[in-house]
Structures are given as C-alpha cells and as structure tokens.
C-alpha cells in the first residue's frame, strides 16, 4: 500500500469511518473501526495527518492521536459540508474531510486541553442554571399575573415579587403551596449560581491572559474568563473586526469588498 499522507476521520456514538490518500491524492485508505479499535489501529500506523470535524468527542480524540504521535487537526463541520460529493453518509463524510483539510485556505479549529475542556463544562454549567433562573421567574410572573399580582421584569423584581405571595391572604392554599416550591427553587438555583461565579472569579485569578483582558474597559472577570477559554488562537482570526463579529460584537460579514471601500 502507498504511503498515506492524510487521513479523514468521521467520528460517530460507536462506529468510525476513515478515508487516506497518498501523495498522488489517490485513495488508499477506506476503513471501519469500532470505537475500541481507534487507538489500537492509529498506534500502529505511521505518524501522519488526520483530520476530524470539530464535533462533540473531537477535541478528545484529537489529544489521544497526538499522543500517538500523529498531527490531528480538527475543521468547523460547516466548512467541510461542500465537499461532500453525495448523499450525506459516513464514507461520504470522512473522503469530504480528507478533501476539505488539503485545501490551503482551510480554516481550522485549536485543539483544546483538557483542562481547557473542563473550564468550558463551568462556563456551559453557569449558562445552563441562568437559563433555568430565567425559564423559573418568567412561570412565576405568569402564574402571579393570574392572581392580580403583577411585577415588572428583572431579577431585581423577583424578591419583592416573592415576598407579596408569601403574604398575600386572598390566595388559595394550592397557590400558595406551588409558589412556595418555586420559591425553594428559585433560591436553590441562585444559591448554585453564587458558586459556580465564585469558581470562575477563582479561575480568572489563576488565568494569566483572563487577568489581562479585564484590564480593558467595558470587559469584567466572567466576560475576560470566558474569553480566555474559548479563543485558544487568537491569530486564527484575520482582523479585529473578524473576531468581533464572531463574539457578536459587530455583524457578520456578508457584503462583497468592493462594497465596504
């Protein structure tokens, strides 16, 4: 077999698809592993490139290919969706990888570390309970509103909200009994919020690069710590503006050159 240079991997829950080529772009790797074979096949093979769409497991597997000594790189799902050359499928998939990662122009994403890994599981976690705290007093408003206690939105107005139901007398005993349970879960989540933003505070202090972003007007701890973990390379983007729209600082940009001189 010729000596292959570049391999696409598509990754799936338990079976992977894998499509190389050698120098002369010819395929010669077409190949099902199970997901317990992965390792054991790459450990063997010669150290060469692989590439992975940046889906959830990649950055894992990634880690576990350089180990091995091969180069892994990882390229945004919606970048290799073109080179896709027939119905959509597991070998379809992989040869599109392998195809889209030749190409110089190519844009990939970083491998993150697995302590960088873990940072992202806080910063989804904090997300995850202020969507909850906000799903939560929005119920409670609606279901006061039918009671004729009425309350403005905001987090501050939630408190005082609160405290008119425990004491308002003209509110059946059910009411007053499911209030209270929201009530219970409403200071649970803000009880589990005030934990996790201690946790990210501690992790923007020990963050060398979250302590100078927060130097920059406008930018606090939580906002420089989620910075610091979710752009590994700055320099992936071109310009200032590219990154600012990528935050959604700026809108995207979809006019042609000519347009914007």
């Avoid at 929201?182 to 690069?209: G, Q, S, T």
């Amino acid at each position: 077999m010729s000596k292959i240079i570049r391999i696409g991997m598509d990754t799936s829950k338990s079976v992977f698809q894998l499509h190389g080529v050698d120098a002369a772009e010819q395929p010669v790797l077409r190949k099902k592993l199970r997901r317990i074979q992965v390792l054991t096949f790459f450990g063997k093979l010669e150290p060469t490139l692989i590439g992975l769409e940046a889906c959830g497991g990649a950055h894992y597997w990634a880690r576990e290919l350089i180990a091995l000594g091969h180069k892994a790189i990882l390229l945004p799902p919606q970048y290799v969706k073109p080179y896709v050359k027939r119905n959509k499928n597991d070998t379809a998939d992989a040869e599109a990888i392998c195809e889209a990662m030749s190409r110089p122009t190519m844009r990939f994403v970083p491998v993150k570390t697995a302590e960088q890994q873990a940072a992202l599981m806080l910063e989804g976690m904090r997300g995850s309970l202020i969507r909850r705290r906000t799903q939560l007093c929005n119920m409670i408003r609606g279901y006061a509103a039918e009671f004729g206690l009425a309350a403005a939105k905001g987090l501050d107005k939630m408190e005082p909200l609160l405290a008119r139901i425990a004491s308002e007398q003209t509110l059946p005993a059910l009411a007053k009994e499911l209030f209270a349970t929201h009530r219970k879960e409403y200071e649970r989540l803000k009880v589990e919020i005030a934990k996790i933003e201690a946790k990210l505070l501690a992790w923007h202090k020990d963050n060398e690069l979250s302590r100078r972003l927060v130097k920059i007007p406008g930018i606090g701890p939580i906002g420089a710590s989620l910075m610091a973990m979710k752009v590994a390379d700055p320099g992936a983007y071109r310009s200032g503006r590219d990154f600012s729209a990528w935050i959604g600082l700026t809108p995207k940009d979809h006019c042609s050159r000519a347009a914007r001189r």
